[in-house]
């Protein structure tokens, strides 16, 4: 058996941070164990081509401090998503271009699309993000979806259109899945509805020239051999002030744990004493989105020269959205779809060889004929990932949030709980799992 004051669980961004943070803290017995035998989690960097990118998450924007201040402290590059040109919109079967945040729509719609924003707005304003469930409507919203909320308000079948094929590529789920709450909660964290779906002033304004997953390699080689790689963690036991971790490859004595994985993962960890009730429910009543990234490489970005910048919206499945992917200094041209959902499950039960026709083939429909050559095809499905399960995020099933959510932080005894999930500030987002890891370790002694 080896003992540390603190071992934390999982080595995605949110427990290396946690880590890295208590090292600077002068916490020296500091152990880090991972399932996977890598460290970054739900950010995952690959080299196709001349370039850099990104399988998992990708982007931050302008108001995710922690995660520029990092990048700075860590030496990373990063560079603007290309937004110049216009975007498309592909609703109906129709396709029409426009500048600007909002597609051009029959004014009737536009009113009713920004009236159906600012209602949005005014009830996620309400939502304290350390404690959606205190929310003065929070049983109620919980107790219903996105999808049934945009029925019940949106009569425009292209605004409801829009807004279904934005929201599902944030939460890689169907609005019909969505909680309300959750929801309301998500935008709020975040600052608003367009901070989470714009380029420029929001969540997908920046890139990492080294991709994502080097804030976790870099803060990982800073904590050296405290990292172990292939640990997935079974059983945690406390006993007499003390918590015993088991994981495949040994057993690890602490002062305290702290557990940064998802909840859907979480919750296969066997707690000894059992967690509390409210905790037990909160883990048991998440789900994790499905998302596949889709990536075409090509020659060069044939598609700036029609004016376009790469950005489509569309409910035409296999994808919700596509973004110009070029990576850093232009060097490797690339196009990026995403599909989610229900449209994900049925193109992931296609052949590879129909997948990517049915992706090159809504490239080309939106980009023009070249879309249908490029020099390299990759997809990564995050629902077969054993590690992850899916992803971009474990969501809350309508009720969770309401009746358990005050279990979400809470210490439970000599246990504490971080990963973006656990966030106040842009949960769900890399800089969720740096908020987490901040909170963390300020309750630990
Ligand atoms: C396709 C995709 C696109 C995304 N896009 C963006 C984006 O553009 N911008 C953004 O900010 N965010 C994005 N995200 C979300 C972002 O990646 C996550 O919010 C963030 O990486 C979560 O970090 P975390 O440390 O909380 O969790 P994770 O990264 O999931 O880390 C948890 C770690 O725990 C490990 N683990 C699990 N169970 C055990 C166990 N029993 N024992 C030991 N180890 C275990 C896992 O292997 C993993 O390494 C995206 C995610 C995906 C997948």
């Known amino acids: 058996m080896s003992s540390a004051s603190i071992v934390v669980i999982g080595a995605g961004l949110a427990g290396l941070r946690t880590a890295?943070?208590?090292?600077?803290?002068?916490?020296r017995d500091v152990v880090v164990l991972e399932a996977r035998d890598r460290v970054g989690g739900r950010t995952l960097s690959r080299t196709f081509g001349r370039g850099?990118?990104?399988?998992?998450?990708?982007?931050?924007?302008?108001?995710?401090?922690?995660?520029?201040?990092?990048?700075?402290?860590?030496?990373?590059?990063?560079?603007?998503?290309?937004?110049?040109?216009?975007?498309?919109?592909?609703?109906?079967?129709?396709?029409?271009?426009?500048?600007?945040?909002?597609?051009?729509?029959?004014?009737?719609?536009?009113?009713?699309?920004?009236?159906?924003?600012?209602?949005?707005?005014?009830?996620h304003r309400r939502v304290p993000t350390d404690a959606p469930q205190d929310a003065e409507d929070a049983a109620r919203d919980d107790a219903t979806t996105l999808g049934a909320y945009t029925r019940a308000h949106v009569r425009s079948p292209k605004v409801r259109a829009l807004?279904?094929?934005?929201?599902?590529?944030?939460?890689?789920?169907?609005?019909?899945?969505?909680?309300?709450?959750?929801?309301l909660f998500y935008a709020e964290a975040a600052g608003g509805?367009?901070?989470?779906?714009?380029?420029?002033?929001?969540?997908?304004?920046?890139?990492?020239?080294?991709?994502?997953?080097?804030?976790?390699?870099?803060?990982?080689?800073?904590?050296?051999?405290?990292?172990?790689?292939?640990?997935?963690?079974?059983?945690?036991?406390?006993?007499?002030?003390?918590?015993?971790?088991?994981?495949?490859?040994?057993t690890f004595e602490a002062d305290r744990v702290v557990v940064a994985v998802p909840p859907v993962l979480a919750r296969t960890i066997v707690?000894?004493?059992?967690?509390?009730?409210?905790?037990?429910?909160?883990?048991?009543?998440?789900?994790?989105?499905?998302?596949?990234?889709?990536?075409?490489?090509?020659?060069?970005?044939?598609w700036r020269d029609r004016g376009l910048n790469g950005e489509v919206v569309?409910?035409?499945?296999?994808?919700?959205?596509?973004?110009?992917?070029?990576?850093?200094?232009?060097?490797q041209a690339a196009l990026l779809g995403f599909s989610v959902g229900r449209p994900a499950g049925e193109h992931a039960r296609k052949s590879a060889a129909e997948r990517r026709h049915a992706v090159l083939e809504r490239f080309a429909r939106w980009y023009g004929p070249?879309?249908?050559?490029?020099?390299?095809?990759?997809?990564?499905?995050?629902?077969?990932?054993?590690?992850?399960?899916?992803?971009?995020?474990?969501l809350f099933g309508t009720g969770a949030l309401a009746e358990n959510g005050a279990a979400l932080r809470a210490p439970t005894g000599l246990v504490h709980w971080a990963g973006t999930e656990t966030a106040r500030q842009w949960h769900g987002f890399l800089e969720g799992a740096l908020e987490s890891a901040e909170r963390v370790v300020t309750e630990l002694p």
């Open 271 to 302: 707690f000894e004493p059992s967690l509390p009730p409210a905790r037990r429910h909160l883990m048991e009543r998440t789900f994790v989105g499905r998302t596949i990234k889709c990536m075409a490489l090509y020659d060069r970005p044939f």
């Open 193 to 250: 509805l367009m901070p989470l779906i714009e380029v420029k002033n929001g969540a997908q304004e920046t890139r990492f020239a080294e991709g994502t997953q080097a804030l976790s390699l870099r803060l990982a080689a800073r904590l050296g051999s405290r990292v172990r790689l292939g640990q997935p963690v079974r059983r945690v036991v406390t006993e007499a002030g003390r918590v015993t971790v088991h994981a495949d490859g040994g």
């Open 370 to 394: 070249e879309a249908l050559s490029p020099t390299e095809y990759v997809e990564h499905d995050w629902s077969e990932e054993p590690w992850s399960r899916g992803c971009p995020i474990s």
């Open 20 to 27: 890295d943070l208590l090292v600077q803290r002068g916490a």
């Open 52 to 123: 850099t990118f990104d399988l998992g998450g990708q982007w931050i924007g302008p108001t995710q401090h922690r995660a520029h201040a990092l990048a700075r402290e860590l030496g990373l590059t990063l560079f603007p998503t290309h937004h110049e040109g216009e975007k498309i919109v592909d609703l109906g079967g129709r396709i029409a271009r426009y500048g600007g945040s909002i597609p051009r729509i029959d004014p009737l719609s536009l009113i009713e699309l920004q009236l159906t924003l600012s209602r949005l707005q005014r009830k």
């Open 314 to 331: 569309t409910d035409q499945g296999p994808l919700a959205v596509a973004f110009d992917n070029v990576s850093y200094g232009g060097a």
């Open 163 to 183: 807004f279904e094929a934005s929201m599902r590529v944030v939460f890689g789920a169907d609005l019909d899945e969505i909680s309300l709450l959750h929801f």
